[in-house]
């Protein structure tokens, strides 16, 4: 047995060892929480790099495209704050 052990009942052994057992999954909920809450970050930020990439070159394109660059640029807009709304109902 260890040496802080010494000395104490069983029973207060164990209460020692589930106090630290809760405090420790405690810890590692919220440990997990925050890296999903990361991953969500991270897939929204690479969806945005890649439709910026994708409008930027729709914008270099040329001046024929005026009409549709107008449509797609106001599409992610709406895209994005659907997926934002959605994102945050599911967080609550």
């Known amino acids: ?8 009942s069983p029973g207060a052994v164990e209460d020692i060892l589930d ?7 405690d810890s590692l909920a919220s440990k997990v929480t925050r ?9 929204m930020t ?7 990439k994708r409008f930027s070159t729709m914008a270099r394109s040329g001046r024929d495209n005026r009409k549709l660059l107008c ?12 997926f934002s709304y959605f994102l945050s109902r599911t967080r609550t």
């Open 1 to 8: 047995m260890a040496d802080w052990a010494r000395g104490q």
């Open 46 to 52: 690479s969806l945005l790099t890649g439709s910026v």
């Open 19 to 25: 106090r630290e057992n809760k405090r420790m999954a």
């Open 71 to 82: 449509g797609v640029a106001v599409g992610l807009i709406v895209v994005f704050f659907i």
């Open 35 to 43: 890296l999903k809450s990361d991953s969500d970050f991270s897939s």
